[in-house]
């Protein structure tokens, strides 16, 4: 059963007549009874009284659903052929947790006002992971907190970012200036691959220490989950100072700055340097850097 036969039998049945359904459809009298006898013999009944050109039953049921049908199939391929049109270009967008936290959705509404055109597809993991994908050109563009040394790999400066300490509600309000005020306290930690463990380790041996120094709490994914846990007490935390704001108001205490400012880097590969779509984001992001 197709689109054209089903409109070919309730063309028959409005008409009632084999030879003005054929003028009807601009097809011939015999394509008109194949196509009928090819329908028939799928739904393996009869539904056209050949002398009378009159529905059988089982015809009448199919009448009835035929029309709702081709009406539903119409209508899905109208909607699709709209979308189609809408969006005319993909955009592949890969970041961090914290970029993709708090940088990723206002650059996304940047490029759904000025390319209303565009489908972004975004892929939120840590830093080694989304390097993964723009090497394995599973994405287009990658946000990350740390730089690449691949030859085909363009990084670029994208946003600087200091890493704050915070603690759990009801902590002293000492704020912490070094390494041996830390030791002291469990802390609930980001995975090794990500930009935020390398930032932090990096900004804890200008204070002469590291991260394997202190006691683990938890191990999270992101820092929302890090947000949490903090909360609830498990540990003290490092996190990007763009997520302050949201540790002081569920009532974390803030404890510091560690001495090391990171980047944030805007990453392509060479190949696609001069495609007009990452051309455009390059745009985008640098009105924020």
């Known amino acids: 059963m197709n689109e054209k036969q089903l409109q070919l ?44 050109v009159s529905l059988t039953e089982e015809g009448v049921m199919v009448y009835e659903k035929a029309q709702s049908l081709l009406t539903d199939w119409q209508q899905l391929r109208s909607v699709c052929q709209s979308r189609g049109n809408k969006y005319t270009e993909t955009l592949r967008v890969g970041a961090s947790t914290t970029p993709g936290t708090y940088f990723l959705p206002s650059l996304c509404k940047e490029c759904h006002y000025h390319y209303p055109n565009w489908r972004l597809h975004l892929h939120i993991e840590d830093s080694s992971t989304v390097l993964s994908l723009l090497t394995e050109k599973e994405i287009d563009v990658a946000i990350v907190g740390v730089p690449t040394e691949q030859s085909n790999i363009v990084s670029k400066k994208f946003q600087s970012d200091r890493l704050a300490i915070i603690a759990p509600p009801g902590e002293n ?30 900004g804890l041996k200008q204070w002469g220490g590291s991260l394997a120094e202190l006691e683990t709490a938890a191990i999270v994914p992101n820092t929302e989950s890090l947000l949490s ?3 609830a007490g498990i540990g003290y935390g490092f996190l990007s100072e763009y997520a302050l704001n949201a540790a002081l108001k569920r009532d974390c205490v803030f404890k510091g700055i560690l001495p090391y400012e990171r980047q944030f880097y805007l990453a392509y590969r060479k190949e696609n340097q001069e495609k007009e779509t990452i051309k455009a984001f390059r745009k985008l992001a640098e009105t924020r850097t």
């Open 173 to 202: 309000q000492h704020e912490i200036d070094g390494f041996s005020d830390l030791p002291s306290h469990a802390f609930v930690k980001r995975p090794q691959a990500s930009g935020t463990y390398q930032a932090v380790e990096t």
């Open 9 to 52: 039998f309730i063309e028959l049945a409005s008409q009632r007549s084999f030879s003005q359904t054929a003028y009807q459809l601009n097809v011939s009298q015999s394509t008109v009874t194949k196509q009928l006898q090819s329908l028939e013999h799928e739904l393996g009944s009869p539904l056209i009284q050949r002398q009378t």
């Open 229 to 231: 846990l903090v909360e």
